[in-house]
Each structure stands twice: as structure tokens, then as C-alpha cells.
């Protein structure tokens, strides 16, 4: 058992400032603001008169980068967030930050840079695969998880994007017009649930201005929200170059620009001081906010960390971490029965549960665990693991999980009340009954049906011959692009985790069907390389390991190199082929770059970047393809010599990036998918992996459309028309079109799945373990069909004219909007569930269910709030309009104006009731209020106990300036999914 973090921070509290005033009245003002700036791309500076060390942080939030963005130092690499949101697990993600916080120790890192909270307000934000959800709770709840999780391991978050970065187009300067109320209700909820559930020990501010103040300057929503009235005391860190001027900044709440050296304090906030345009107490408040977040991470000598050494978390397993994790997150989307009469795997109709009586039947009772209250590792698992087996190089699959292990409910972060025992249950103000919805739901699960099996999961004694098709099968796409890119020392694809889990008498074919990369993979599979760092005479200066053909560095060279002794260097070593034929190899880099393979010059010239986006140019630098025939088994040495145009993105930022790539042999496009269409006939099954690629879903750009690159849905659909038995694997970060969905047989999301992509795909196909998630966001049939597709700001503003209606609060407000492909919170597993019985009082819900399927599984218990219709309820007046273009300007110090300010001074916003004579704003057809994940061994209870906050039954009220109670009847609903309501009760808000 771990100590209360919390309670141990508090109790250091007094030694923390104690600390933190000694160290300040030792120093100078020069001192002062140097703390306040960057020395370079991830550090801090240190001050060995106070003990202060240098503080080092790095990008998360799938894996610890360290200070070498390189494969120098491998990272594990994690399952991508919105993977994590789809667990619905805040217990799983707080595991997953002892990961994290396991590997920053190692990498010698005090400040993870993550986790990202901004909101999928539209499918087309390009970023979408890095953040978690389209709902403010659920974002909320994961992160406060991850949140505890790294912290309870000794190292400090900085939640971000504070606030509004929900698209990337013109993310560097665009004014997000934002009205108070969905502010409130939306983008800024999930940072204030992680503040006031989870303490994070850092905020980083946004590139973005909001209602005409750029975030890094943004004086009320950072002093006076943030600060004010959430009691945020960590420390205030700019996203990476946004700070652009030094007393706005300051004054604004700002507490360390980065990255350095260069920024817009240091020198410059001294000279500020000096010339009376900001007192030095200002600057003392920020300094000691770096103080106390050295203290608190063990960076300031003299006082205690705020973790000790002894009390971080045992080790975890990195490997089985990121296997869990993409297993539990995989949703099963569509799973039909072959041979038989089809089942619709599309939701249940969205309407209401009717009225019923209800009988229990006697079922195998167990023990009642009680629901994860955020501070306790969980009980049925040992360490984070799920019941584990001995593997080899993470290939093998796991034994079944055992039948009749105790189970607790976990429940959303900050919101858990335990349960109690079955015998000793209060009487409930108010009786649910199952509706209509419920019988219909339990014919989505993954059962027979007649004498037809559903195609999942694959029974691997029965088939006998396995298609595996698609480029992305045998070269994984496992993370996103951008500042979330890690190195893993290995990455098990789909094609490879299949091959090591069936038996050895399954014969399984691949092929490419229908790649839709448009740049040249990176040089893996058959190279084995290193790159050699070279002065202007040739000597060697520094050799690192290469996992592929990726040679980059941002932040700083390996020792030895600098940019002053660094002239070329050599990714150099040998390829052996397993194919033989014309092979397509590809140089990229901004620079001179020459290509030798087996003694032949394949390239020697230049490359020039392409546009004016340095930051662009350095990540995607122009390609070159050349081509060589080669012979199969016969080994070659390979070279690639690149002297670079430059070694850095501006003073002090070290960085230097090219690439081998390299393409095996390959038929042409037709024939290519003539080929898969003849592979997965011959086949019993056909598992078909389709994919985005860093050219359309990535950072830096947002999205133009929801379709899949290149000729993938042909592929899919030419696939299916020839083996029944079709298996879509989904390898997207964010929603694509899946316009052949109802021609194939089953349709499972991966997202990003990390490191282990391949051995948590084949656990789930064969059935080991069920798919765990849930969607975390509604999946459109098409982009016109999605309610909010604006992410390009007109003269410079992006209007969030849709008010609080985005995501599935949008989709059910208007009857004229398509019904999605699949809606928030949909999920099949491989067992069925019945939903028995829902108590509620005013302000909890407990849920009854039984697992009445085959096998074990697990359930995620949603909870929805249904608003009565009143007269004073209107149905469908028009939203909450964003801030006007017009409105009146912030002040200089970004202090909001009337009438966007809501508080001001200190302490929470207040909340007041309903003045029943009022028109009531509208509110959304009912949204989500709280969830828990239950298991359960076949033919056993168990139940789920979620408080109803407060805040459910409240808006933000702009006239007021504060929260609002609307008192009233409404509907209390426990549901599978958002459109899968199976009981529903009535609770009266007073």
C-alpha cells in the first residue's frame, strides 16, 4: 500500500516553505530571473549556494524522452491516450503513471510535460490521438489517475494545454473565442477536476490567446481561476517558445519560460525590475513557485522530496504495462456471427428505457470489493498486471484469467465512495426498473446465435490458415507523431504478435494489399545500425545504437559532440534481405546527404527544406528515393553520410534529424490488392489492418477530411466480398470513415497501441483476454455528419459558435444530424451482462449487474443524467454564443472584462439555485455524470457505487458569474453505452 500522497505533501507543507524562503533570501535578482528561464531545451539552471540542482523535464505522454530525443536511450512506449480513455480506467492510468514516473527516475528526469486535457471538440483536430475525450468528466477523471500516478512516484506533472488548444491550425497565434459557459463546462473542467482531485504539481499554458488574451498572459483564467478560485500552488510553465512578453507574462501568472536560453525573462525581467515596470516581489512569487516544485522532486537539498525514495511505487513492468493497457483499450466495434442470420452491431435506438417489474433470480454470489478510492493499487491484479504467464520476448499469450478472483468496482477519479456488503443495503429513495433498452442491448454481445458463432473471438484449434493484410500489419504504426514521438527497443507488429501466439500447424500468409504511406518507412526489419558522430577530420567522437533508420537529436548530442566539433555523421552497418528484387531505399535530411549500398553510390547531393515552418522543416525534411536490386539472404553494408546544413532550431536548442528509409519489393497498386484479395480467399480468416499515417494525423496540422489514405477502403472492400470472415483492425489515433463497416464481419479499434501492438492484438483476436474499451469519443459515419468541423480561424479568431454542444451533447441536440456510426461509450466484449437493479439517492447511484455469459469480463458502468423537461425548460433555443470578435479588449494584463469576468478575489466561484421565474439556458439531452468498471466470473453479481456530484446538477450561470443549482426531477440512467440505456430511476435535485 502506497501513503497518502496527499496527506504526506501536507504534512511536509511547512518544511516546503520554510525551505523555499531560505533558498529566496539568498539570492540575487540576477539569480532570481535566471530560475524564471531555460537554460536550454529541458533544464533549468542550477544554484549550488542553495542546494538547487538543475530541474530537467521531458515530453510524455506515451513514454519518458529524457534530454535525448534519440534512440541513444529507449523508452517505453505506451498505447496513445485516447487508448487510455477508452480503458475508462482511472486506476489503470494512475498504474500507468508509476510507469512513467519509473522511467523519468531512470532517465534522470524531475517534470513530465504531460498529460494533454484539451477536449476533441471537432474530429478534425489533428492532435486528437494525444488528448483523451470529447467528455470534460471522463478527460478528467483519467488524467487526475495519470496525474496521481506519476506524482505518487516521485515526479511532477504539468497538466496541459491550459487552455483551449483544441485544434492545431494556427495553434501559435489564434484567438479562441470561447463564451463564459462552455469555458466553464467544457475546456476548462477536466483541468479543474485534475487540480482539485489529483494536486498536479504544474500547469502548462498554451500557445492560444482566449477571448483576445494569449494564454501565457492570461491574468484571470490563470491567477484568478487557476490560482484563485481551484487553489492551484504548482508551478506555471509556457509551452515551448509562447512566451512573448515579459511583464504581461509575469503579471499574467507565468511562471518559467521555456526553452532557454534565450526568452523573455532572465536578462530582460531583471532589466524590467530595474526600470520599475514590475516590482521584484512579483518575480519573488514565481521564483518561489520554482522553489517549491524543486522541493517537492527532490531537487532542493536540505529538505525532504515529496515521495521518498522508499515510498515510490514497487517496480513495474514496462513491457506488460503497454500489453495491458492496448488490450484493455481495443473496442469492438462490430462482431457478427458467420452463417447464421446477422445480428445488428449498431447501438440500440436511442430512446428512453420503459417502465417494468423486475425479478432477480438466484445467482452465485461474491464478495463485494470495495471501489478504488485513487490511492490504493487495485486488488485483483498483482502490481498492475493482470493474471500473468511467463513470456517469452512478449510474444506468448497468456492462460485465461482465472474464474473466480475478487473483483473491485473502480470508479471515476475523485468520485469513489466505497461499497458495502450485499446483506447490509439502506433502502433506496428511488427503484429502477429495466427497460426496453436492456433486451435489446444484451443481443450486442459476443454470443452464439443459433447455430452461427460471431467471427470473434477466433477459436485458433479450428482454423487452419490466416490472411494477414495491410502495410501497417508488418510495420506497425504504434504512437503519433510530433513532441509524443519516443524510441522503443523493440515495437511487436500485428503480423508478428499473430505469428508467435497461433499454433505452428496455422499457416499464415501476409500481404501489403494496399500501402498509404506516402514517404518511404523508416529502415527496420533486416538492418542492423549505429550512427557515428564525426569531426571535420574524420575522427570519431561519439557511436550510439540505432533502433531503425531515424537519427535524431533534439536538446542535446551525446556526449562528446557539440555543435562546434560536429562536421558529419554516418548511419552506418549492413541490411540482409529477406526478399529478393528491386528494393526502394530514401534519404531525408536538410543537408548533404550521400547513400551507399553494397558498394554503390545510390545518392550523393543535396536537400533543401520546403517551406517557412523551421519547426516543420526539422521534422519532415524533403525525401529522396533511389532503388537497388538486391538479392534474398545475401548481406550488404549500408551507409548513409549526412552533413547537415545546421545543428540547431535557434540558440542553445541542439538538433539534428535524417532518415533511411526503406521498401521491400513490392507489386504494383492494382497488383497489390489483387494479390490480398487472393490471399485472404484462400484463407479461413482475414485480418485486414488499415491505418492513418503521420502525413494526415499528426502534430503540427489538423485533419482535411475523416478518410483512410491511399486505397485502403478498396482494399477492405474488395477483401470481404471474398472471405465472410473479415476482421478490420482500426489503427487510427481519432475517428476515420469506415463506409464498408456493415460488409465485414468484425471491426476492432486499435488507436495507437504502443511497443506491444502485436502480442495485445493477438490476445484479443484469440480470445485470452476480451476487448476492454469503450469509445471516448462519438465515431461520425462521415465528417459532413459531425456537428462542429470549423478549425480554421477567420482573421485570426476560431468562434466556438456551437456553445456547450459538442461531441454526443451535439449529436443528440439536433434530430437533423445522421446518427453516428457508433456513439459515445460503445464497447462489445465476449461476455453478456444484465443490468438487475439501480438505487439512487440525491447523491449516489448504486448499480446491480450480473455477468451471465461463458467467461469472465469486464463491464464499464455508465451513468448518465436525463434533465425533466419543465416550462421553463426550453427545448432548442439558441446556445450560448462565444465572446463576440467585438467585445471589449483585455487589458493589457489579461484580466478579463465584463461581462466575461466571474469572480474575482479568491476561493471558489459561488454557486447559487434556480430562480424558478427565469427562462432556464439550455442544457443537452442528458450527459455523462459518472462511471466505474466492474468484473465479474461467469454467473456472478456485482455492484457498483458512484456518487452524483454536485456540479451534475449545475451550469455555469454568466449572469451570476458563478455555478448554478437547477433544482428539479431528473432521470438517473445506468447504461452500457450512451444510446444502450438499460435502467433508468428519477432523483429530485433541491
Known sequence: MHPDPDQHEDALAGEHAAAVERALTALDLDTKVRLLSGQDMWTLPAVPEIGLRSLVMSDGPVGVRGQQWSAEDPSVALPSPTALAATWDPELARRAGHLLAQEARRKGVDVL???????????????????????????????????????????????????????????????????????????????????????????????????????????????????????????????????????????????????????????????????????????????????????RTGCLAGVPAAVAPADVPQYVDGPAMAREIARRAFVLLRNEPVGGQPLADAPVADKPATQASTAHAPVAEKPRAHASDGHE?????????????????????????????????????????????????????????????????????????????????????????????????RDARVLGGGSATVFPDRIIAPLDGLRAALPDDVEVTFAVGADPRTRIPHARAGFTLHARYLDANGNL???????????????????????????AVELTGSYTPHLGGTHTFAVAGTGALRLTVGGTVLFDGTSAPEGSDPF?????????????????????????????????????????????????????????????????????VAVVVVATTEEVESEGFDRRDLRLPGRQDELVTRVAAVNPRTVVVVNSGSPVELPWREQVAAVLLSWFPGQEAGAALADVLLGTHEPGGRLPTTWPARLDDAPVTT?????????????????????????????????????????????????????????????????????????????????????????????????????????????????????????????ATREEPERPARWLVGFAVVEAGPGESTEAEIPLPDRAFEIWDEEAGGWRRIKGVYTVEAAHSLTDRRLTAEVTAA
Open 541 to 567: 567522437l561519439a557511436e550510439t545504437p540505432q533502433f531503425d533508420g531515424k537519427v535524431q537529436v533534439m536538446g542535446r548530442f551525446p556526449a562528446g559532440v557539440t555543435r562546434h566539433n560536429l562536421s
Open 791 to 915: 478549425v480554421t480561424p477567420t482573421n485570426g479568431q476560431l468562434a466556438y459558435s456551437e456553445g456547450p454542444f459538442i461531441g454526443y451533447r451535439a449529436w443528440q441536440r439536433s434530430e437533423s444530424l445522421p446518427a453516428p456510426a457508433y456513439p459515445f461509450g460503445h464497447g462489445l466484449g465476449y461476455t453478456d451482462w444484465e443490468y438487475e437493479s439501480l438505487d439512487t439517492t440525491p447523491d449516489s447511484v448504486r448499480v446491480r449487474l450480473r455477468n451471465t455469459g461463458p467467461r469472465p469480463g469486464r463491464e464499464i458502468v455508465q451513468i448518465y443524467l436525463a434533465p425533466t423537461p419543465t416550462p421553463t425548460t426550453p427545448n432548442g433555443p439558441t446556445p450560448t454564443p462565444p465572446a463576440p470578435a467585438n467585445a471589449t479588449p483585455p487589458t493589457p494584463n489579461g484580466t478579463e472584462p465584463a461581462p466575461y469576468t466571474a469572480t474575482s478575489g479568491t476561493g471558489p466561484a459561488p454557486t447559487s439555485t434556480v430562480d
Open 113 to 295: 510535460l504531460a498529460p494533454t486535457v484539451n477536449l476533441h471538440r471537432s474530429p478534425l483536430g489533428g492532435r486528437h490521438f494525444e488528448c483523451y475525450s470529447e467528455d470534460p468528466l471522463l478527460t478528467g477523471a483519467i488524467g487526475a489517475g495519470y496525474v496521481r500516478g506519476v506524482q505518487e512516484g516521485g515526479v511532477a506533472t504539468t497538466v496541459k494545454h491550459f487552455v483551449g488548444n483544441d485544434a492545431e491550425t494556427d495553434r501559435l497565434t489564434v484567438d479562441n473565442r470561447i463564451a463564459p459557459r462552455p469555458l466553464r463546462e467544457l475546456y476548462l473542467a477536466p483541468f479543474e477536476h485534475i487540480v482539485t482531485h489529483a494536486r498536479p504539481w504544474g500547469i502548462m499554458t498554451a500557445y492560444n490567446q482566449v477571448n483576445g488574451s494569449t494564454m501565457t498572459e492570461h491574468r484571470y483564467l490563470v491567477q484568478d481561476v487557476l490560482r484563485g478560485e481551484w487553489g492551484f500552488d504548482g508551478c506555471n510553465v509556457s509551452d515551448w517558445t509562447a512566451a512573448r512578453d515579459t511583464v504581461r507574462a509575469l503579471r499574467g501568472g507565468l511562471d518559467v519560460a521555456m526553452p532557454g536560453p534565450r526568452t523573455v525573462y532572465g536578462a530582460p525581467l531583471a532589466e524590467a525590475v530595474r526600470a520599475g515596470e514590475v516590482a521584484e516581489n512579483e518575480v519573488d512569487d514565481a521564483v518561489r513557485r520554482v522553489l517549491l516544485l524543486a522541493a
Open 616 to 684: 516543420e522543416a526539422f521534422m519532415k525534411p524533403v525525401e529522396q528515393q533511389v532503388t537497388a536490386d538486391l538479392a534474398a539472404g545475401e548481406r550488404v553494408d549500408v551507409t548513409l553520410r549526412f552533413v547537415p546544413r545546421s545543428l540547431g532550431l535557434g540558440e542553445g536548442l541542439d538538433a539534428l534529424n535524417f532518415t533511411l528509409g526503406h521498401n521491400a519489393p513490392q507489386l504494383d497498386a492494382d497488383a497489390e490488392i489483387e494479390e490480398a484479395v487472393r490471399v485472404a480467399a484462400a484463407a479461413d
Open 377 to 473: 493499487p487495485p486488488t485483483h491484479e498483482s502490481e498492475g498486471h493482470e493474471t500473468p504467464t511467463h513470456e517469452s520476448e512478449g510474444h506468448e499469450t497468456p492462460t485465461h484469467e482465472s474464474e473466480g478472483h475478487e473483483t473491485p468496482t473502480h470508479e471515476s477519479e475523485g468520485h469513489e465512495t466505497p461499497t458495502h456488503e450485499s446483506e447490509g443495503l439502506e433502502p433506496a429513495a428511488h427503484k429502477a426498473v429495466i427497460g426496453e433498452a436492456a433486451m435489446v442491448g444484451e443481443a450486442l454481445t459476443a454470443k452464439p446465435v443459433g447455430a452461427a458463432r460471431r467471427v470473434l473471438p477466433l477459436d485458433a484449434t479450428a482454423i487452419r490458415s490466416l490472411a494477414v493484410i495491410g502495410a501497417t500489419a
